[in-house]
Nanobody, 117 residues
Framework: QVQLMESGGGLVQAGGSLRLSCAAS????????MGWYRQAPGKQRELVAE?????????GDSVEGRFTISKNSATNTVTVYLQMNSLKPEDTAVYYC?????????WGQGTQVTVSS
């Protein structure tokens, strides 16, 4: 089992920045990828950014160039950060952390990000 704890959401004005954190604990060996997805009201959940175990990254088209994902690995935990700059009102959503380990997908509880115009 992998436990995910998210933090860092909130309310920010357009053009501002926020940083989300997601700490993974438990069976963190063999985690293949960790990343962030988001879901706005009435919309499907979509990829924001993910980082593979080897360090390669992938971004959703709408956030490319504005958001940066990074990872820090320690003995018993792996933490993934999402630095969000130049935020826009359309970035408003619940942001979910996801980890993939072997054949299983683990999701965090979600954190609300609201960008006011």
């Amino acid at each position: 089992q992998v436990q995910l704890m998210e933090s860092g959401g909130g309310l920010v004005q357009a053009g501002g920045s926020l940083r989300l954190s997601c700490a993974a604990s438990g069976s963190i060996d063999s985690i293949y990828t960790m990343g962030w997805y988001r879901q706005a009201p009435g919309k499907q959940r979509e990829l924001v950014a993910e980082i593979l175990s080897g360090g390669n990254t992938d971004y959703g088209d709408s956030v490319e160039g504005r958001f940066t994902i990074s990872k820090n690995s320690a003995t018993n935990t792996v933490t993934v950060y999402l630095q969000m700059n130049s935020l826009k009102p359309e970035d408003t959503a619940v942001y979910y952390c996801r980890a993939v380990r072997r054949k299983f997908y683990y999701w965090g509880q979600g954190t609300q990000v609201t960008v006011s115009s």
